[in-house]
């Protein structure tokens, strides 16, 4: 099949890709722009993992074609830092220990970004309706609940946030699919 010509906003910048006009954007993104921090999972709209920002909103791009796309703004994970200077979520997730295999944090960090845009203190009520759609089989969630806090704090300037103490001092052991305690 011919392949089409594709002009996309991804993070600041417009790329012109030539890509199948059946492929999906994580594909497009993935496989013509190298963004691979957009992560495949489930291709069926019920992981979350696919998660990117379209003009701030989040959006599964396992389930969306790039030729809607044209003129507007997309933001993958590859565009959360600044620079050299990462966003403090990422800074949050990575001191709360909010994960652990990462499969699903691309997608979990731009639905909590689309949160904090537009709600600078969420409720935990709030967090979980804005990653409802972000399955993670790892942490049980509630490390990410507090990076999310913590991040929060860091962007409204508050105590809990910049050079604070991780909110959480001791994490509970795991445990295997056993049962088994892990260290
Ligand atoms: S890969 Fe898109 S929702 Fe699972
Ligand atoms: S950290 Fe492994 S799926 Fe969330």
Do not use: W
């Amino acid at each position: 099949m011919a392949k089409v010509l594709l002009t996309l906003q991804v993070n600041g910048e417009r790329h012109t890709v030539a890509a199948e006009p059946h492929h999906t954007l994580l594909e497009v993104l993935r496989e013509e722009m190298g963004l691979t921090g957009t992560k495949h999972g489930c291709e069926l709209g019920e992981c979350g993992a696919c998660t990117v920002l379209v003009d701030g909103a989040p959006v599964l791009s396992c389930l969306t074609l790039p030729t809607e796309l044209e003129g507007a703004e997309i933001t993958t994970v590859e565009g959360l830092a600044n620079g050299p200077e990462l966003h403090p979520l990422q800074t949050a997730f990575a001191e709360e220990a909010a994960a652990q295999c990462g499969y699903c944090t691309p997608g979990m960090l731009l639905s909590a970004k689309a949160l904090l845009d537009r709600n600078a203190a969420p409720s935990r009520e709030e967090m979980a309706q804005a990653i409802a759609g972000n399955l993670c089989r790892c942490t049980g969630y509630t490390a990410i609940y507090e990076a999310i806090e913590r991040a929060a704090a860091v962007m409204r300037n508050v105590p809990g946030g910049a050079g604070a103490e991780p909110l959480r001092r001791e994490r509970p052991s795991f445990r295997s699919r056993t049962g088994a305690q892990l260290p």
